[in-house]
């Protein structure tokens, strides 16, 4: 049976959301904030927790039924079946040196299925949402991935080698000196705003837990791409900080490609 699609005022309040994150990141963006380090050893900023603040005092007065997982203030059930899954900022170390390529991401998830997302990049003043029923738009404009017509001319990214470990790093960096067009290095979530876009062919990630994929699926998904884990299976949408693998394309063959070479 078909689901409906998200409402209007889901929508509306999704891009309040990052409009409120949005103010806070700019206050701090290139100025000289303190830059802390978590149990994981990945940076954190006064701008990553006044962001995800500002997002949770919202949800508190206009959906507090609705459980909430962020990565840096953690995870509240709620009763209403809606969790809204908050990464203020997607990319730390490119804000924190200055570089507008890290995004605010902000998901829903409703029944098991990721149904909303946005990714917002508030320094260059982008921003791409994709809801159920309303396909992905990019500052109001409707976008789609693009085919691959020969993966030989395909443009794959990912933001480093150091999210794979050195077995899965060498057969994938083979696969794309011998078979692809050219490879991109850096962007985090903003490379998926890119294959959305029909600028890029595919995007490849490991070690990405629920808060970093969560916004994605939905913007991947509406924009006509595909987006599992690295053996072609959906990605979990439970609470949990367990890390998984990420593969999206644009079209399947390039898809079913990915999954083969970094599954072997």
């Known amino acids: 049976m078909t689901k409906p699609p998200v409402s209007d005022d889901l929508i509306a309040l999704a891009h309040r959301l990052a409009d409120a994150a949005g103010d806070v990141v700019r206050q701090y963006f290139r100025t000289g904030f303190h830059i802390d380090g978590k149990a994981d050893s990945s940076p954190v900023t006064i701008a990553d927790r006044e962001a995800e603040q500002a997002i949770r005092a919202i949800l508190a007065k206009e959906r507090p039924n609705d459980g909430i997982h962020g990565e840096e203030f953690g995870s509240g059930k709620g009763s209403s079946g809606y969790l809204w899954v908050l990464d203020p ?18 998901g829903l998830v409703h029944e ?16 791409w949402i994709g ?118 394309t644009g079209d399947k063959p390039l898809h079913e490609r990915l999954c083969k070479v970094l599954s072997a």
């Not at 900022?89 to 991401?105: M, Q």
């Not at 149904?115 to 508030?122: E, Y």
Request: glycine content about 14%.
């Open 89 to 106: 900022i997607d990319g730390t170390k490119a804000f924190a040196t200055g570089r507008p390529l890290f995004g605010i991401l902000i």
């Open 131 to 248: 809801a159920r029923g309303h396909g992905t738009r990019l500052n109001g404009k409707t976008v789609t991935v693009r085919p691959c017509p020969d993966i030989s001319s395909a443009n794959v990214s990912t933001t480093g080698p150091d999210m794979f470990d050195m077995e899965e790093y060498l057969r994938f960096y083979h696969f794309l000196k011998q078979d692809t067009g050219f490879t991109l290095y850096g962007g985090d979530c903003y490379s998926y705003g890119q294959l959305a876009g029909g600028w890029l062919d595919g995007v490849v990630e490991g070690h990405m837990k629920l808060h970093d994929y969560a916004a994605l699926i939905p913007i991947v998904e509406n924009a006509g791409g595909i987006i599992t884990d690295w053996q072609g299976k959906p990605l979990p949408l439970e609470p949990s900080f367990d890390a998984v693998e990420v593969i999206a």
């Open 112 to 127: 098991g299925a990721a149904i909303l997302g946005v990714l917002d990049q508030p320094i260059n003043l982008e921003r």
